[in-house]
């Protein structure tokens, strides 16, 4: 690593904040996403790979990523509250939040403390499926409904889909209500934007991926991306990434472990593109106005 990278990411590097969100109530399938956390944890420290991302970041060292554990909760009931309150926090100490989940029921109460901390914010979101319900079996928090109520509450001004493969004519409905920019695997190849100007946040359901690559998941869904691919995506990206979460692993899926190194891989990546991608402006760029 240059001394040029390594001072500039310990100017910034420190914002970053790990945090395990091991929730998965609102999972319409199977249970097991709220034990991803710590799978994720040791597949990181493995000692069968090493702490570099691809660009040269090193995360043995502690100071680029502080990992604050899991959040406790000790029952489903306030969850959200207490989801919301946690990024609130992370986000009013001038850091960025990195979660891990869980099922994607975390990114709608996510979404809120960073709507309400950022303005014009940006969602990327991968996934297999737009999770776009109204409501999934009579739950309008299930997982399968974390981008229709956060379009909703409008604190998110643009939702980027990617890796899609598994619409309804429901969900196209409500994409065309939200103006979704929804891109699907059978369009491929895409005209992805790679150049953003305001805060993005970054959602990242790991059944993006097809099977071959990452089995540990609830739902599995053949035709995605490979995790070439998706790193590749997550290189070319330009802007301001303020937040972000790897959620859906399931590691009762997960036999051989591949889908938590699979895990551990992109973690780093995306915590390299949160550090490297500090825009003009600095940490207070297009923050909303106090008491907004």
Same mark, same amino acid.
């Given at each position: 690593?240059?001394?040029?990278?390594?001072?500039? =990411?310990?100017?910034?590097?420190?914002?970053?904040?790990?945090?395990?969100?091991?929730?998965? $109530?609102?999972?319409?399938?199977?249970?097991?996403?709220?034990?991803?956390?710590?799978?994720?944890?040791?597949?990181?420290?493995?000692?069968?790979?090493?702490?570099?991302?691809?660009?040269?970041?090193?995360?043995?060292?502690?100071?680029?990523?502080?990992?604050?554990?899991?959040?406790?909760?000790?029952?489903?009931?306030?969850?959200?509250?207490?989801?919301?309150? &946690?990024?609130?926090?992370?986000?009013?100490e001038g850091r960025r939040p990195l979660l891990l989940g869980g099922d994607h029921a975390l990114t709608y109460p996510a979404l809120r403390a960073m709507?309400?901390?950022?303005?014009?914010?940006?969602?990327?979101?991968?996934?297999?499926?737009?999770?776009?319900?109204? &409501?999934?079996?009579?739950?309008?928090?299930?997982?399968?409904?974390?981008?229709?109520?956060?379009?909703?509450? @409008?604190?998110?001004?643009?939702?980027?889909?990617?890796?899609?493969? $598994?619409?309804?004519?429901?969900?196209?409905?409500?994409?065309?209500?939200? @103006?979704? &920019?929804?891109? &699907?695997?059978?369009?491929?190849?895409?005209?992805?934007?790679?150049?953003?100007?305001?805060?993005?946040?970054?959602?990242?359901?790991?059944?993006?991926?097809?099977?071959?690559?990452?089995?540990?998941?609830?739902?599995?869904?053949?035709?995605?991306?490979?995790?070439?691919?998706?790193?590749?995506?997550?290189?070319?990206?330009?802007?301001?990434?303020?937040? =972000?979460?790897?959620?859906?692993?399931?590691?009762?899926?997960? =036999?051989?472990?591949?889908?938590?190194?699979?895990?551990?891989?992109?973690?780093?990546?995306?915590?390299?593109?949160?550090?490297?991608?500090?825009?003009?402006?600095?940490?207070?760029? @297009?923050?909303?106005?106090?008491?907004?």
């Amino acid at each position: 690593m240059s001394p040029e990278i390594d001072h500039h =990411a310990r100017e910034i590097v420190s914002r970053i904040v790990l945090k395990g969100i091991p929730w998965d $109530a609102n999972s319409s399938f199977c249970r097991g996403a709220a034990e991803a956390p710590n799978h994720i944890r040791k597949a990181f420290h493995s000692p069968s790979a090493n702490y570099f991302s691809e660009s040269g970041l090193d995360f043995k060292d502690h100071s680029l990523l502080e990992d604050r554990g899991d959040l406790h909760l000790s029952g489903q009931e306030g969850a959200q509250a207490l989801v919301e309150q &946690e990024v609130a926090g992370i986000l009013n100490e001038g850091r960025r939040p990195l979660l891990l989940g869980g099922d994607h029921a975390l990114t709608y109460p996510a979404l809120r403390a960073m709507g309400t901390h950022y303005a014009g914010l940006t969602v990327i979101h991968f996934d297999a499926h737009p999770d776009l319900y109204d &409501e999934l079996d009579g739950n309008r928090f299930s997982h399968a409904c974390p981008f229709a109520r956060a379009m909703e509450s @409008g604190r998110v001004a643009r939702l980027i889909q990617v890796g899609i493969r $598994a619409t309804t004519r429901h969900q196209r409905v409500q994409a065309q209500r939200f @103006g979704v &920019e929804m891109h &699907e695997m059978r369009h491929r190849p895409w005209r992805l934007p790679t150049i953003f100007s305001g805060p993005i946040y970054i959602s990242l359901d790991l059944d993006v991926l097809d099977p071959a690559f990452a089995p540990g998941v609830s739902h599995f869904e053949p035709g995605g991306l490979t995790t070439r691919e998706l790193i590749d995506i997550l290189q070319g990206l330009k802007g301001r990434v303020v937040g =972000a979460d790897i959620v859906e692993f399931n590691p009762r899926q997960d =036999a051989s472990g591949r889908t938590a190194m699979v895990a551990a891989k992109l973690l780093k990546e995306m915590a390299t593109l949160m550090i490297q991608a500090e825009g003009p402006g600095g940490e207070g760029a @297009g923050r909303k106005p106090t008491g907004s």
